[in-house]
């Protein structure tokens, strides 16, 4: 079947709507709250540099891990709820979603690593070559060599939705079984996603740039930092709405590598 970026993005849609109730539920517990109370408590730091950022990640280790796990299990809550021919309940889909976070950690673990080990033996010669080559040559370099990374990107897309829709548990198994669906559509399948990715970031920037203008106005007229309040419940907002659809993204990629993208979605309406 061929790799149809509307069909895709059609099935993505669709699939959105007939679990829109649901997906919000979810979203606003697994992916809203947690990264707006880390957030809270714990603000990025205002310096630059990779000194403040390990000082920062030092110092919040602890409540950074369990916000990112409980995104975790949001994610598998999301292509359970999408994926799971048995429509199961959210209670249901909670549940089954601890039992593969296991498995779901894993994979992620194995992908980074793949990814950064790419990375390393991508650019090792570009860092030998750095005191003799021009600053333009270099960059050049840096991004042809960096190419091959998003393929293997998109290669590995089909993970999370193979652990869930399959039952795999081993995540060689899972990171196997997601290469040979996506075989010949690496590119196709990365470029979908960088375009929804790019999207979103220029939807955050419009957003961030209004109503930053606004916190300012209100800041000033409050005396206190309720604006700025309000920017991070909205940031945190947007960041579980562009989760949710990357999910479900996700979800559609994989019914598309293997033929199952029409495979209408039921409503699912339990609790």
Do not use: C, K
Not at 35 to 52: H, N, R, T
Not at 110 to 139: D, E, H, N, Q, R
Not at 247 to 262: E, H, K
């Amino acid at each position: 079947m061929t790799f149809s970026y509307s069909a895709v993005w059609d099935e993505t849609v669709r699939t959105l709507r007939a679990h829109s109730t649901l997906l919000i539920a979810v979203a606003g517990v697994f992916l809203f709250l947690p990264p707006l109370i880390a957030s809270y408590v714990a603000p990025p730091p205002q310096e630059q540099g990779s000194a403040a950022i390990m000082d920062y990640y030092s110092e919040n280790f602890g409540i950074i891990l369990i916000a990112q796990l409980i995104a975790f299990v949001g994610n598998l809550v999301l292509l359970t709820l999408v994926l799971d021919d048995r429509h199961p309940t959210v209670a249901g889909s909670i549940r089954t979603a601890l039992a593969m976070l296991p498995a779901y950690l894993l994979v992620t673990i194995v992908s980074a690593v793949m990814l950064f080990a790419g990375a390393v033996l991508a650019t090792l010669p570009l860092y030998l070559l750095a005191p003799v080559l021009p600053g333009v040559m270099l960059a050049i370099g840096f991004f042809l060599l960096l190419l091959p990374l998003f393929h293997l990107m998109g290669r590995l897309v089909a993970a999370g939705p193979i652990l869930v829709a399959e039952g795999r548990r081993n995540p060689f198994d899972i990171i196997r079984r997601s290469f040979e669906i996506s075989r010949g559509n690496g590119w196709a399948v990365v470029g979908l996603i960088l375009l929804v990715v790019v999207a979103f970031l220029i939807l955050m920037l419009a957003v961030t740039l209004v109503f930053g203008s606004i916190q300012l106005i209100v800041d000033r007229s409050t005396g206190g930092s309720v604006g700025a309040f309000l920017l991070l419940i909205l940031n945190s907002a947007i960041g579980a709405a562009f989760n949710t659809v990357l999910m479900v993204l996700f979800a559609s990629i994989y019914q598309r590598l293997t033929n199952g993208a029409q495979r209408a979605p039921a409503p699912t309406s339990g609790i």
